[in-house]
């Protein structure tokens, strides 16, 4: 999998947008950029992926860039609830492999 | 809303034991996977499978280690010889191949954690 790079930690208030930003300079044609996010004492949860499109889902939005070098998660109103670490991870189409985790971005809600 | 259970939520092992963790995948789900996360550190891939057999493992998926699906519901872990390195949280995870869908989701448990001592 290609190598992603994240801020080590942000920090945002509770009801205001976080934009989470991750490049991926050598992203191939074939990768899928996901993001997870791990919630203090739990398993990794999948938030959303996407190819070259923006996405929306009820969790969150992907704003990909048009040359797919770097992407943002996009929390429209951040809760306390998502203080957790978000993962950027790539990864190949069709593949079923076993994710690729770096050190993420470690969110802090201030309430 | 079907989720990934594993059990037990705490192993404690003497060094040299052999243990084994158990995960239920979602019922429909045909992709198994181990992954550990040792204290303060990152997620690292294990293995992972599919049709009763290993599909990828990663260079920490050595000899001592082996999965198994022994029935039509469990997934497990087996560490044969416990090292004090083996510490770690385990976490198991699942996917499907829906018809055209090409990439799915990992849905996590909660993980088990083990403790050598």
């Known amino acids: 999998d290609a190598k992603t790079t994240q801020p080590n930690s942000m920090e945002s208030n509770e009801e205001e947008p976080v934009h989470l930003p991750c490049n991926h300079s050598?992203?191939?044609?074939?990768?899928?950029i996901h993001w997870y996010r791990q919630l203090p004492s739990q398993g990794p949860e999948y938030v959303i992926h996407g190819l070259t499109s923006n996405v929306n889902n009820r969790m969150a939005s992907l704003a990909i860039a048009e040359d797919r070098k770097s992407s943002t998660l996009i929390l429209h109103r951040a809760t306390l609830r998502d203080a957790a670490v978000y993962y950027c991870?790539?990864?190949?189409?069709?593949?079923?492999?076993?994710?690729?985790f770096g050190k993420g971005t470690h969110l802090i809600i201030q309430p | 809303e079907p989720e990934v259970t594993q059990t037990p939520s705490h192993q404690v092992t003497q060094m040299g034991q052999e243990v084994i963790l158990r995960c239920v995948p979602i019922?429909?789900?045909?992709?198994f996977y181990w992954y550990r996360q040792i204290l303060g550190q990152k997620v690292e891939f294990l293995v992972s499978?599919?049709?009763?057999?290993?599909?990828?493992k990663s260079e920490i998926f050595d000899d001592q280690f082996s999965v198994e699906r022994p029935d039509g519901s469990n997934f497990t872990l087996k560490i044969r010889s416990t090292k004090l390195e083996d510490s770690a949280m385990y976490f198991c995870?699942?996917?499907?191949?829906?018809?055209?869908?090409?990439?799915?989701?990992?849905?996590f448990g909660p993980g088990t954690r083990l403790t050598v001592l």
């Open positions: 991870i790539l990864r190949d189409r069709g593949g079923a492999d076993g994710l690729t």
């Open positions: 019922s429909n789900h045909l992709y």
């Open positions: 995870a699942s996917s499907e191949r829906a018809g055209g869908r090409l990439i799915d989701e990992q849905f």
């Open positions: 050598t992203i191939s044609g074939t990768d899928y």
């Open positions: 499978f599919y049709n009763n057999e290993i599909s990828e």
